[in-house]
């Protein structure tokens, strides 16, 4: 079964709370559980635990990514946090989706 880390960017900001990244991040979900995929889900707004970031992205064959402009402050959040190599256990890195 094909492993898919669904990775939410969006920003809850004014009017907006983040809903369209949320409801396009619940439509993937959903789309991909209903089609055999096995589904982990994180919100870059959200606090986070570093250990299950690093087991999220290691676990992943594919990974999805919403909204790219917070994705590089999510991303260098969590590799800033730990000297831990993300790659460390996968002979190939997960494959993005953007």
Same mark, same amino acid.
Do not use: C
């Given at each position: 079964?094909? /492993?898919?880390?669904?990775?939410?960017?969006? =920003?809850?900001? &004014?009017? @907006? /709370?983040?809903?369209?990244?949320?409801?396009? %991040?619940?439509?993937?979900?959903?789309?991909?559980?209903? *089609?055999? !995929?096995?589904?982990?889900?994180?919100?870059? @707004?959200?606090? !986070? &635990?570093? =250990?299950?970031?690093?087991?999220? !992205?290691?676990?992943?064959?594919?990974?999805?990514?919403?909204?790219?402009? $917070?994705?590089?402050? !999510? $991303? *260098? =959040?969590?590799? *800033? %946090? @730990?000297?831990?190599? $993300?790659? /460390?256990? *996968?002979?190939?890195?997960?494959?993005?989706?953007?």
């Amino acid at each position: 079964m094909t /492993k898919v880390f669904i990775i939410n960017g969006g =920003q809850v900001f &004014d009017e @907006s /709370k983040g809903l369209f990244n949320k409801t396009l %991040t619940n439509w993937t979900e959903n789309f991909m559980v209903e *089609n055999g !995929f096995e589904v982990r889900v994180t919100n870059a @707004s959200d606090d !986070f &635990d570093t =250990q299950q970031e690093i087991e999220n !992205f290691t676990w992943a064959d594919v990974i999805v990514w919403h909204t790219k402009p $917070l994705m590089n402050h !999510f $991303l *260098n =959040q969590r590799r *800033n %946090t @730990s000297h831990h190599d $993300l790659r /460390k256990d *996968n002979a190939m890195a997960p494959t993005p989706i953007i």
